[in-house]
């Protein structure tokens, strides 16, 4: 007897999908059996009786495991959404309070959200006289910060509040610093990259406070699935799946319907079939857009289904984002829009759908993300690609998409501006002598002497003092040796944002309402917010009037044309020093420092509707310099002269380097912008054809490093990728750029798939060589 089909909110959507080809692959992912045991008897009981109130007498097997492995040491836990990882440092956290009531945890997350999420969580224990959590952020009323400081035991705060509030000002923290047992890090994946390199010499700092007050707190750490937990760990401390395709509407350029417009289509199917929905898209401005676009949509058959659609961004006042919150807890939302701002682990309710417009960056935000939906039974998990490079490639190798090993987190606490940085605010919050080698690291005087030099700090002279008493901070003593800030009555702190690798910045105003915007590191100030340039804020657009080099400001005003802009620039590459070399894939691969030079010529406006080119105008900006991390490589020249012709060499290699930096995030957690390169026919210090691929970020974050490792699958997926594009000439989705500095000219997708195939051994040889051009990305 046939089985009845169930039918779910979603069912009708996905028909339409399969039957006009737009759902391009789907797979189904049941619930894993759950394997259970008994909540240790060693808990205390207390807790125990909790967990029993809770009606969760038996734990999941990983969290008994993880909880004996809290007992024995620093752990971190990365399993899959939705498997109950706050258990497994919640349940250590709450066992030391109960024994010992002078014992302090410090909870760190990335996102305010969270810690209200948790600070909930933990109040349903119901321990209150035992546990007292309290919220420590920029939202905190100062009348409240006092009594916290006192009373709280478990605090919940962010790296940026501990790097800018707790840790410069230990000393009205003592209580905490004196008995600090547990420090969780929870969502431990977001920090990659700039942020993660940040966050982990902040927790180097904190490390070394609380050893000043005589504590040397266990570190709890989870994280979603990520290829490598183990490492990040120790670099921070010392369901229902589908992919949907909008259609094309040109084969031969490779354009598509705008995935804007087929999420918005997508959404409001669902939203009127019943199922409660969040989508995820990168942009803040996006989010706002995609919200109006299905409102406006719902409005036309049911204006009350129209009010129940809410974005949700970063940017919104506390009150704005607790309403919301609230909204959502209580069911009164059937579509939520969003950046990552709850991507994380945050408890939102009972969701039937979760929808991600274009590719999030990694694998691994896009299962956390896909987690949001059918956490209590069946849900639809669903990808709208965008025209994007790497959106396009997993519309075309599904498989990669839902069955590829999660990237590694990639961070550099040793990236030397960002780490000079935070030295200069250990300085401040306690003299930094021989001893600090153990949470600085072997490395840490040669990077004082740095700053010694450049007048950032001093040398203190030796003198007898007190032996420390325990409890006491490290203020209290002075070795031979040790480093002092020169100018003690600054507060270095205020200077390091933890999202930016450089202090260097300039800073954003609107001049129709005086407002300060924000700011942009100098590095990216000349292509970002140049004279004429369109730029975004918090969903709002702007136009830049000026760019005031001398004062470091780039003024502003309210925008509301229908064209963006894109820089033309020329970017050049010197070699400074070799860190590594080896010959992979017949060419010789090299990894090492580099000094990336950029001169923004001018930009070009294109229409946002279709992308079309309006004009360029031209520019005159002085040369831009940073120092940075790069692999590059020269192909072997005799094969490379028999494989691209001549009049096809520079575009077959600048189209080649496009493709492996569309591919790069996917072996490594960044994104796209985090990454830049350089192609060249022949370059002075290489005497040859070269391609570069750089770090974005002054000093280098470890992108080009992992790169370099494994070079050998970054060339494989680049193949890949262009080889199974259906575009004639190269498209937004193989080889052309939204970020190229040479408005994505030259380019041969031919050449480039001839010469990535050559390396790779799948193709016979071809052709001749050319005049030095260079393009760069």
């Known amino acids: 007897m046939a089985k009845e089909r169930t039918a779910e909110p979603w069912s009708a959507l996905l028909d339409a999908g399969r039957s006009d080809g737009r759902l391009v692959r789907e797979a189904r992912e049941g619930p894993g059996a759950a394997t259970l045991a ?30 004996r492995a809290a007992w024995a040491g620093t752990t971190i836990v ?47 224990f119901g321990l209150h006289k035992l546990v007292r959590p309290a919220i420590y952020d920029g939202d905190t009323p100062r009348e409240a910060r006092a009594q916290i400081r006192r009373t709280a035991n478990v605090v919940l705060t962010n790296p940026d509040m501990l790097h800018l509030g707790i840790l410069p000002n230990h000393a009205a923290w003592s209580e905490l610093f004196a008995n600090l047992a547990v420090v969780v890090l929870d969502e431990a994946h977001v920090y990659r990259g700039v942020f993660g390199s940040h966050v982990a010499n902040v927790l180097r700092r904190l490390r070394r406070i609380a050893a000043a007050y005589g504590t040397a707190p266990r570190f709890l750490l989870t994280s979603a699935t990520i290829a490598n937990p183990s490492e990040l760990a120790e670099r921070l401390t010392g369901l229902e799946d589908a992919v949907w ?45 995609l919200s109006r676009l299905v409102s406006e949509e719902l409005a036309s058959t049911d204006a009350e289904l129209a009010r129940l659609i809410a974005p949700y961004r970063a940017g919104y006042t506390p009150q704005q984002r607790r309403e919301l919150e609230g909204r959502l807890l209580r069911g009164e939302l ?29 694998v691994a935000s896009l299962r956390q993300m896909w987690g949001r939906a059918g956490r209590r039974g069946r849900g639809l998990a669903a990808y709208v690609a965008g025209e994007d490079a790497l959106d396009q490639f997993f519309c075309r190798h599904p498989e990669d998409f839902l069955q590829r090993p999660v990237e590694a987190a990639i961070l ?84 390091v944002s933890l999202r930016s690798a450089s202090a260097d910045v300039f800073a954003i105003v609107d001049v129709s309402s005086g407002e300060l915007l924000g700011s942009t590191e100098a590095a990216r100030a000349h292509s970002t917010v140049h004279d004429g340039a369109v730029y975004m804020h918090l969903g709002q657009t702007y136009e830049v009037r000026e760019l005031d080099l001398e004062r470091r400001r780039a003024l502003v005003t309210p925008f509301s044309g229908e064209w963006y802009t894109q820089p033309k620039r020329v970017t050049d590459t010197q070699i400074g020093r070799l860190l590594d070399r080896r010959v ?29 080119a309006l004009d360029i105008v031209s520019l005159e900006l002085p040369p831009t310099d940073f120092a940075t991390q790069a692999l590059w490589f020269e192909p072997d020249a005799g094969e490379l002269g028999e494989t691209v012709p001549l009049e096809l060499l520079l575009g077959a290699l600048h189209a080649t380097e496009h493709a492996q930096i569309a591919v790069l995030p996917l072996i490594a957690m960044c994104d796209r912008w985090d990454i830049g390169g350089l192609s060249t026919n022949y370059h002075a210090q290489t005497g040859t054809a070269t391609i570069f691929i750089y770090d974005a970020h002054p000093g280098g974050i470890g992108i080009a490093r992992t790169a ?56 016979p040889a071809g052709g001749a060589c050319a005049p030095n051009e260079v393009a760069g990305c």
């Open 708 to 763: 370099f490792a494994r070079f050998e699958e970054l060339c494989a997926d680049a193949a890949r990728l262009i080889g199974g594009c259906p575009c004639a000439d190269g498209c937004p989705s193989c080889v052309q750029s939204p970020k190229c500095g040479n408005l994505n000219e030259p380019l041969s997708k031919a050449g480039a798939r001839a010469l990535l195939e050559r390396m790779l051994g799948t193709a």
């Open 245 to 289: 395709n909008p259609p094309l509407t040109d084969a031969a350029r490779g354009t598509r319907r705008s995935a804007l417009a087929e999420a918005a289509g997508l959404l409001a199917r669902l939203v009127r079939d019943g199922a409660r929905t969040i989508c995820f898209i990168k942009s803040r401005k996006a989010v706002e857009l």
């Open 38 to 67: 008994p909540a240790p008897a060693e808990l205390h009981p207390r807790v125990l009786a909790a967990l029993e109130r809770l009606g969760m007498a038996d734990l999941y097997c990983h969290q008994a495991e993880a909880l």
């Open 584 to 612: 992979a894939l017949g060419a010789s691969l090299s990894f090492g420092e580099v000094t990336v030079t950029e001169t923004v010529l001018g930009y070009q406006r294109k229409r946002f509707a279709d992308h079309a």
């Open 334 to 362: 059937r579509a939520v829009i969003t950046t990552d701002a709850l991507e994380l682990g945050i408890d939102i309710g009972q969701l039937d759908a979760a929808v991600v417009v274009t590719f999030p960056g990694t």
């Open 78 to 124: 990365t399993t899959g959404t939705a498997s109950g990882k706050s258990m497994c440092f919640n349940l250590p956290t709450l066992d030391v309070l109960c024994r010992d009531a002078r014992a302090r945890a410090l909870y760190v997350y990335p996102t305010k959200a969270l810690a209200q999420d948790q600070a909930r969580a933990l109040g349903e």
């Open 412 to 495: 550099d606490h040793e990236s030397p501006l960002i780490f000079r940085a935070h030295l200069l605010c250990a300085a401040h919050e306690g003299p930094l002598s021989a001893e600090d080698a153990e949470y600085l690291g072997p490395r840490w005087e040669s990077h004082a002497e740095q700053l010694l030099s450049a007048g950032a700090l001093r040398r203190r002279p030796a003198y007898a003092s007190p032996p420390r008493a325990e409890g006491r901070a490290a203020t209290a003593v002075a070795t031979a040796g040790s480093y002092v800030p020169r100018r003690p009555a600054e507060y270095p702190a205020a200077e």
